[in-house]
């Protein structure tokens, strides 16, 4: 028989490799129950709809100007802000499934087939990685901006990330374009300077007027009032601050400045051509880092001492349910960033757990990212890494996204329905999390017996391949699945609660692309805040 593969659709996910020393339109929210879900065309932005149309007009002319400044802000080296330490790098993979078919003589039609599960030969998914395209540091303001952040208590560190060659520079763009877009309404929304243009006014000017005359007080208050807003408003994103010029470094005469600087940060300098992005500092701990058993991480916390400096153990893991409250607090501040992203009128197009970021709102940011972490109050998730990210009013625009909706039998053409699109948006964003909630749950509640226990894999290819491949997309089986192993026991009973509450947003969450067809044909409309009013999340 022969067999032959065509490419169905792809799509872009982070890899990061840390250093080894290192430490819009508004979208209708419909509840998610079992009754039918009803939406109203008015709700969403349609051809012919006036009210709607000038509310998008209106949104789309306040995204025209950054009005938070980030974009055309650019930092003096040293003056503004120093390097402190290299923390890793971080590239992306394209990640492709693959549908197969065989030829037919009759009507020269192709008969889709399922190949078997294990066979190298013919997968159902291929990763290729792009390599090391983005090198990550970690500095901190400097200066009269410093000392006025310091004084009423702002964390005056900063991330910084290089952007390297054409593919990576092209990425650091797209991250800015949407960041920046969404950072502007939220500026314009809770400071009167900013909706009058003053930010973006004395942003552009910060590296002219601190290389001449050495005085950037305007912008500095604008900045601090940015950093303000970052802390205290709970910003789901990753916030931009700006760039960092290297033009200094680059015009050093003496020729030492490229030798210092292998010696204080132990990788080579830059070049001239790349780009360099500041962000606001949340620190690294990623999903990814969390999602293992929690007694493979205690065993992994570093060395503790006592008041006069002696080793002293750790303290015990806390209870089960404690840890378990914790985790479903990720989920639930997960699901409410991705929904303000949406509510903005942006998809992030390349969630994995890579691109959630568990901070704190201590000094230590990974503090959160503990073992012994389970007070949600000093939790804060952050989404980062938004270089695919796009707006859900483009999406249809995408040939890519058009080839993938085709393979869940949506015809989605440019200027085609609004509705369709969004919807089909969302649901990538609600499958990819879901996946990455699946592994976060079957990883870092694993109760296993000792620390070198080998556990079945719960990375997202893993999952995929068993639910989609093995159990036929049959939640059901799947559950027995992870019932049949002890380490997974509690966890089973947790998402059986509540008439298995937490199985059936799972479900919705990772087969949402596959429903869409059918939700729209239903009424219904699968969103983060519907999932966010579900039983699983009461009572946190």
Known sequence: MTINAARQFHRRGLHIDLYSQQQSPSIKMALMNNDPLEFDDDDFFNEGDDEDAQLFAQVTQKQQKDLSGC????????????????????????????????????????????????????????????????????????????????????????????????????????ELESLTRMQSNLCAELDQGARNGDWASTASMRYIEGRVNGNTLQDDNNLIRWLEILTTKNVPYIGVLGELNMLEFFEDRQGNVRNEWYQALGVKPPEPTSLWIVYEYAGFSTLSRYAQPALKRWFNLPPQKNFWGAPSTAPPLPPWKERARYVKTIMKQCLEGLSSIHESGFTHRSLGRNSIIISSVGQDKQEASSPLATVPQRLRIKLSDFGFAGRIVDASNDEDFQRRARAFDLNIVKGGSMLESKCFAIAEDLHALGFAFFG???????????????????????????????????????????????????????????????????????????????NLASGQILTCQGILSSRFFGKL
């Open 71 to 174: 974009s055309v802000r650019q930092f003096n080296l040293g003056y503004d802000l120093i390097i402190s330490d290299y923390v890793g790098s971080l590239g992306f993979e394209e990640i492709t499934d693959w549908e197969y078919y065989q030829p037919s003589l009759i009507n020269n039609e192709k008969r889709v087939v399922d190949p078997p599960p294990f066979d190298p030969n013919l997968p159902k998914r291929t990763r290729e990685k792009s390599g090391s395209i983005v090198r990550i540091f970690r500095g901190e303001l400097s200066g009269r901006v410093k000392s006025k952040a310091r004084s009423i208590g702002l964390d005056t560190r900063v991330m910084l990330k290089e952007f390297s060659g054409d593919s990576a520079i092209s990425l650091a763009r797209a």
């Open 440 to 518: 976060l749950l079957l990883s870092s509640l694993a109760e296993i017996p000792r620390q070198e226990y080998q556990m079945p894999p719960t990375d997202e290819d893993a999952l995929q391949r068993l639910m989609s491949d093995i159990f036929d997309k049959d939640m059901d089986e799947f559950r027995e699945y992870c019932e049949a192993e002890d380490i997974w026991s509690n966890v089973v009973a947790m998402l059986d609660e509540n008439d298995g509450e937490g199985w059936g947003i799972l479900e919705q969450m990772c087969f949402a692309r596959e429903n869409v067809v059918d």
